[in-house]
């Protein structure tokens, strides 16, 4: 099974501050890397999908980037409501499996 | 816009089985663009692919429950569901169904249902 490394799990910012969440895979997952937004008490929400692709809706402030093992989802400017808990999640072979999540907190 | 929402019993004895139903609707549950799968969340904890089915049927699941786990489809009623045999307190999570769109060999999960929680306990 592929496991899917999250760096780090929490990280406090403020509004208007660039960050940048890593996701690493045990083995290359090519570009089969997607991103996910998860507030509490609701499902996740699809931001970047094949690693690098913006899912229609979802603002230009989120970006992501990489190839076979690592892998960067970058929030440009933090706005009030991106503080939430991320998630990657590699699609390349099943099971499917999921980073442990990084938590991203107001400073 | 599809939607997707489960249903099913909120609390289950340990040693039974488990048994959840997505409802699919705005769009139809055997368009050759999505699979659907099942993902659970214990609290505080990250998510953790079930399984998955095709409109045709065809199933794949984790190998972590592989035993225990059947995922089934009925068109008819635009439903897939989840069973889950023999569970224990560590089968206690939120439940969510979600469908895959594929685009060439990639997929990825852009429609969730709400989620259901439900808890094994006597």
């Known amino acids: 099974d592929i496991q899917m490394t999250q760096s780090p799990s929490s990280l406090s910012a403020s509004v208007g501050d660039r960050v940048t969440i890593i996701c690493r895979a045990s083995?290359?997952?090519?570009?089969?890397l997607n991103w996910y937004q998860q507030k509490p008490g609701k499902a996740p929400k699809l931001l970047i999908y094949a690693a690098s692709s913006l899912q229609s809706g979802v603002p230009s402030r989120f970006s992501g980037s990489g190839s076979g093992t690592d892998f960067t989802l970058t929030i440009s400017s933090l706005q009030p409501e991106d503080f939430a808990t991320y998630y990657c999640q590699q699609s390349y072979t099943t099971p499917y499996s999921f980073g442990q999540g990084t938590k991203l907190e107001i400073k | 816009q599809v939607q997707l929402q489960e249903s099913g019993p909120g609390l289950v004895k340990p040693s039974q089985t488990l048994s959840l139903t997505c409802t699919v609707s705005?769009?139809?549950?055997?368009?050759?663009?999505?699979?659907w799968s099942w993902i659970r969340q214990p609290a505080g904890k990250g998510l953790e692919w079930i399984g998955r089915?095709?409109?045709?049927?065809?199933?794949d699941y984790n190998p972590s429950l592989k035993s225990r786990v059947t995922v089934s489809v009925d068109t008819s009623k635009n439903q897939f569901s989840l069973k889950v045999s023999s569970v224990t307190a560590a089968d206690t999570a939120v439940y969510y169904c979600?469908?895959?769109?594929?685009?060439?060999?990639?997929?990825?999960?852009?429609?969730w249902g709400q989620g259901t929680l439900v808890t094994v306990s006597s």
């Open positions: 083995q290359s997952i090519d570009s089969y």
């Open positions: 089915v095709y409109a045709d049927g065809s199933t």
């Open positions: 979600a469908g895959a769109a594929r685009s060439g060999s990639y997929s990825f999960f852009d429609h």
């Open positions: 705005g769009g139809s549950i055997s368009s050759s663009s999505h699979y």
